[in-house]
């Protein structure tokens, strides 16, 4: 919702996460990242109707982490006003470990 609470989530979340649904909504979005990275700089973007995206770190519930590439996109109704938001995100831990490696071997 306009206020980070988590009000869905999908299966593809659920087994990044390790979370269930029932144990993410109604929570923060900025309690499943560090120190709720960019959380007010990403409601603000939305709230004004543009997409934020950014690099993330998620909190998964074995307590290890992952890094994500993030967009949250608003839903506006028909007067244009924002009245969710929709998060798609890409967990590119892998990726950014290998570019990583790369570095350190050149």
């Known amino acids: 919702d306009l206020d980070g609470q988590v009000t869905w989530v999908n299966q593809a979340t659920r087994m990044c996460t390790g979370f269930s649904s029932e144990q993410l909504v109604g929570r923060s979005v900025a309690q499943l990242t560090d120190d709720g990275q960019g959380v007010d700089a990403t409601l603000a973007a939305v709230r004004a109707n543009v997409t934020w995206r950014g690099l993330v770190t998620v909190h998964r519930q074995d307590g290890s982490t992952y890094q994500e590439v993030r967009s949250v996109t608003p839903v506006c109704d ?5 009245t969710a938001f929709v998060v798609v995100g890409d967990d590119i831990t892998e990726r950014a ?6 570095a350190e071997a050149a």
Do not use: H, Q, V
């Not at 028909?78 to 924002?82: E, F, H, S």
């Not at 470990?97 to 790369?102: D, I, K, N, Q, T």
């Open 78 to 82: 028909a007067r244009g006003l924002t």
């Open 97 to 102: 470990r290998a570019a990583e490696a790369a």
